[in-house]
């Protein structure tokens, strides 16, 4: 005789704090790893390194228990924000990380000059495309051809005044 017992049990959930830091070279390593990991054409080593070479770009960081869990590359002008990169990890993504970095984004400008955020999307990109409409984001132009393999961009601005 055998007895099958089923007992309901309560998830559990631990909360894990994010928090956000400028990026060092320091850092490249896992920001290379994300970046391959969450994109099918992703940056060069090369390019992020220009960037942290880059007097004027700011890269900032998620991170959760000291582990890099997003980055946001942006360059400043004197009118509004570029957002030259921004990526969540993978394991990571569908829980609020991505916005998190956007309000972070948006705290840092607030009562700035800086009265927008702007930022190109692959048309194909549908997901994130939806998550910046969901956050405010509207699409103000397209470049054509804008990457590497032809495929056209979507201008999407920000107001953050």
Request: contains cysteine; aromatic residues 10%.
């Amino acid at each position: 005789m055998s007895w099958d017992i089923f007992i309901k049990m309560k998830p559990i959930t631990k909360h894990i704090s994010t928090f956000f830091r400028s990026a060092s070279i320091q850092d490249l390593d896992q920001i290379l790893r994300i970046e391959q990991r969450a994109y099918s054409q992703p940056w060069s080593e090369q390019k992020f390194v220009d960037s942290f070479n880059h007097a004027d770009i700011d890269i900032q960081l998620a991170t959760q228990d000291q582990m890099v869990i997003g980055y946001c590359l942006t360059l400043p002008s004197l009118e509004f924000v570029d957002v030259l990169n921004i990526c969540i990890d993978p394991d990571y993504q569908q829980q609020g990380l991505g916005r998190q970095l956007l309000d972070n984004l948006c705290k840092q400008h607030k009562g700035s000059a800086r009265k927008a955020i702007m930022l190109e999307v692959r048309e194909s990109n549908i997901v994130a495309i939806n998550f910046y409409q969901s956050y405010g984001f509207k699409q103000i132009d397209i470049r054509k051809k804008y990457y590497s393999n032809g495929e056209d961009a979507k201008i999407l601005r920000l107001q953050i005044d």
